[in-house]
């Protein structure tokens, strides 16, 4: 059973920082491009940061200078480090896995992050 578990969500102030967690289970985690979308309310899901299983990194221009992506295989386990957060930045944040060659994909269940004072 595959499982990809976010956590680190929360409410923050503006300028302020989190470090989102996504640990998988049952997948060859190192085989997996992973993903960091985000769901604002009332929007579409937009992809925000890409790391690729030979850790080639991708991030959104929206994030990009503030945020950054990392993986650890031996913990099987991406990071989404956010640093000087905005209020737009608020959305509901989901971990991917793709694994290309095969068409395997999973979801995580997301974790909402708020930024307000």
């Known amino acids: 059973q595959v499982q990809l578990v976010e956590s680190g969500g929360g409410l923050v102030q503006p300028g302020g920082s989190l470090r989102l967690s996504c640990a998988a289970s049952g997948i060859i985690f190192s085989f997996y491009r992973m993903c960091w979308y985000r769901q604002a309310s009332g929007k579409q899901r937009e992809l925000v940061a890409t790391i690729s299983s030979g850790s080639t990194i991708n991030i959104a221009d929206s994030v990009k200078g503030r945020f950054t992506i990392s993986r650890d295989n031996a913990k099987n386990t991406v990071y989404l480090q956010m640093n000087s957060l905005k209020p737009e930045d608020t959305a509901v944040y989901y971990c991917?896995?793709?694994?290309?060659?095969?068409?395997?994909?999973?979801w995580g269940q997301g974790t909402q992050v708020t930024v307000s004072s």
């Open positions: 991917y896995a793709l694994r290309a060659i095969t068409g395997s994909d999973y």
